[in-house]
């Protein structure tokens, strides 16, 4: 990586322009004045003691107090767990702030108003199904048609469901990628069975997920993206038990 993308990288992690290239010019040269980090980087003399106050602060670099000021940055490990902790803190404290404005500006019926959601793109869906799959008390049928849409965590996700007095049964049919997960879903309490593809669905669904009978996801691809999973889900009151119904009618045909 140039300096010019650690640069860039630095600046995507907070830094500014001068306090990126500053700490760069530290990096290699070592302990330096502001005319040494000038000398060897972009940043002119009079910005370097701006920019080395912005490190300081984030204890990326130690100043001596000599006469003229010498900096010395922190080594690259050290600055990698910096920013990190930085990261983390930023992120929890954006994450508390938004729960906050959530619930206070929540409306009464907005879950009933709302009440399919959709979610694209396989990460997001497989975490859907996790979050689904979690709130399980009583059942799961969870119909898939390839080992993507099991991925370890949710592998993992559906034992911790079954272990909690909930039947879980997988069903897949039997020429796709999914038999590359049997080992690992081969407990007593899960049950998996490979069908044909059910008749009522069409040759773009891609996955079906019943939870009790609170929610419901299912999964397609378009045309427009036939390599990129599309999922609709709902756990809505109103909406989300006549399709659990329907589903599992389909499932048993």
């Given at each position: ?36 980090i ?8 009079s ?5 080395a106050?912005?490190?300081?602060q ?63 793109g396989l ?12 709130s399980?008390?009583?059942r ?6 390839a080992?993507?849409?099991?991925p370890?965590?949710a ?33 007593e ?15 773009n ?10 929610a ?38």
């Amino acid at each position: 990586m140039d300096d010019t993308a650690l640069t860039e990288t630095l600046k995507e992690l907070g830094l500014s322009t001068y306090a990126a290239e500053t700490f760069l010019g530290l990096q290699r040269v070592g302990t330096a004045t502001a005319s040494d980090i000038a000398a060897v980087t972009d940043v002119p003399r009079s910005q370097v003691y701006g920019a080395a106050d912005e490190l300081a602060q984030l204890g990326l670099v130690n100043v001596q107090s000599a006469n003229p000021k010498e900096f010395r940055a922190v080594a690259p490990d050290t600055a990698g767990e910096l920013l990190q902790s930085r990261i983390a803190r930023q992120t929890t404290e954006m994450v508390n702030q938004l729960e906050a404005i959530r619930e206070a500006d929540a409306r009464p019926g907005q879950e009933e108003s709302n009440s399919i959601w959709r979610v694209q793109g396989l990460q997001n869906t497989n975490q859907k199904a996790i979050d689904l799959l979690e709130s399980a008390d009583r059942r799961v049928q969870y119909y898939v048609t390839a080992a993507a849409f099991l991925p370890s965590t949710a592998v993992d996700a559906l034992k911790a469901t079954a272990v909690d007095d909930c039947t879980v049964s997988v069903f897949a049919p039997a020429d796709t990628t999914v038999a590359e997960r049997q080992p690992e879903l081969t407990t007593e309490t899960i049950g998996v069975e490979y069908i044909d593809p059910p008749t009522a669905f069409a040759d773009n669904c891609t996955r079906l997920l019943v939870v009790d009978d609170s929610a419901v996801l299912v999964g397609v691809t378009t045309p427009r993206a036939p390599h990129e999973e599309l999922c609709f889900w709902s756990a809505s009151e109103r909406i989300a038990p006549p399709l659990a119904v329907a589903f599992r009618a389909v499932l048993r045909q």
